[in-house]
């Protein structure tokens, strides 16, 4: 059955549309006006061809061909980073899409259903995979008010103002009756783009930890406060960043360690800040290797704090182990990809995924296609439009196998 190349891309180009930030990347946030959107087009399509459409109380979305047993899940997310690119995550849940939509056009059964994880890249909640933690009872009815925006607003309160949570529908929906999750995603790293691959096959996702830690100083006036005897956050946290790349790279095996977020208070030109607060997200493919890190981030922070004279506070935000995919699944994607003459490779990812976070409960694995120049989580993010379509068609062809 082949798939339609170019149904598929012009959905693509129809959501990069639904974007905040118009010209700058897409930012697509959950529980937006602009996530509405992007959700209402998929319920258009799923009406036209009869898909039953179903929204948990988190927002997590499920969408079943009629008579499909919802064994096999093709699964991924719609929403972004801030001015994020055009494929991470709808790429997936379009070629799901169009998985679906070719199994009804030739007149075939299939048991696979798609779904749709909501709130996965962490943007609103500092948590990534928040919906898939929900369906896999990572997260629990108490994490709805635990979990909150920068302005201190609850998970719980979006929920119920998108009317996603009421009494009525369960917190997360029930995957007992799935026996395998599949995801299909750019590879957002320059492997494949480098080597020349057409497909990825993922063998580990890479476990993560974020922190948040906050050094509170002495603010004070900038012109009146002499350098000798300042109490300045703002210097902490920058031997602070130097000590903690300097970490990751000492790590070795891989690990990687972001400042990707930093807020000054109260952020003024001629005021030394009297706190600076700010995320760490580490991740490895060995969990004693990210933990051992972690710490050394953890000792480092105290002891740059105490050496400088300001108070240093942790908090643990969110994190998950390395998951090592199916087996299985591995090798019948090589053997699809070998009968095929596709030019492949087994990887690690270092981006992390909702399938992995159902792996310990089902089969699960995972296909890339390559990411130009290796960018995502960026504008510029980009796939040709060859490698979108191929990757589509090798899920719908090994879906077709295995439903
Ligand atoms: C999700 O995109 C992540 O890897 O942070
Ligand atoms: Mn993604
Ligand atoms: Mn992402």
């Not at 509170?216 to 900038?222: E, I, R, T």
């Amino acid at each position: 059955m082949e798939i339609n190349g170019q149904r598929l891309i012009d959905d693509l180009r129809a959501l990069r549309e639904m974007t905040a930030t118009p010209g700058n990347g897409v930012t697509r946030f959950s529980y937006s006006e602009e996530d509405g959107r992007a959700r209402d087009y998929l319920a258009r399509i799923a009406d036209q061809y009869g898909f039953a459409m179903e929204t948990d109380a988190v927002g997590n979305i499920c969408i079943r061909p009629p008579g499909s047993k919802g064994r096999l899940i093709i699964g991924s997310h719609i929403d972004t980073v801030r001015n994020g690119g055009w494929l991470d995550g709808i790429y997936g849940v379009m070629s799901g899409m169009e998985v679906l939509r070719t199994f009804a056009d030739s007149g075939v059964h299939t048991d696979a259903m798609l779904v749709i994880y909501a709130e996965e890249e962490g943007s609103g909640f500092g948590s990534t995979m928040t919906g898939s933690k929900f369906l896999t009872g990572k997260y629990k009815a108490e994490d709805l008010t635990a979990l909150k925006d920068e302005e201190g607003r609850t998970l719980l309160a979006h929920l119920k103002e998108c009317g996603y949570y009421r009494e009525d529908v369960p917190l997360a929906m029930d995957l007992s009756g799935v026996d395998c999750a599949l995801e299909l995603h750019i590879e957002q790293g320059p492997v494949m783009d480098r080597e020349h691959l057409q497909i990825g096959i993922v063998d580990t996702v890479f476990g993560m930890h974020v922190l948040e830690i906050e050094f509170s100083g002495l603010g004070n006036h900038a012109g009146a406060s002499p350098m000798i005897g300042r109490r300045d956050s703002m210097s902490a946290f920058g031997e602070a960043i130097l000590a903690i790349e300097k970490t990751a790279i000492d790590a070795g095996h891989g690990v990687v360690a972001t400042i990707g977020k930093a807020s000054v208070s109260p952020g003024g030109s001629n005021v030394i800040p009297d706190s600076v607060r700010f995320t760490v997200d580490i991740r490895s493919n060995d969990d004693g290797i990210t933990g051992e890190t972690v710490e050394q981030i953890r000792r480092c922070a105290m002891e740059i704090a105490e050496r400088r004279g300001v108070e240093c506070t942790i908090r643990d935000v969110a994190d998950s182990s390395a998951i090592p995919f199916s087996r299985r699944i591995i090798e019948e994607m090589a053997a699809l990809a070998e009968e095929q003459k596709l030019v492949y490779r087994v990887m690690d990812s270092g981006a992390v995924h909702d399938t992995a976070m159902l792996a310990p409960f089902t089969e699960a694995g995972m296909i890339f296609v390559p990411s130009i120049n290796g960018r995502s989580h960026v504008p510029e993010e980009n796939t040709n439009e060859d490698d979108l379509i191929r990757g589509t068609q090798f899920l719908m062809d090994y879906v077709s196998r295995k439903s």
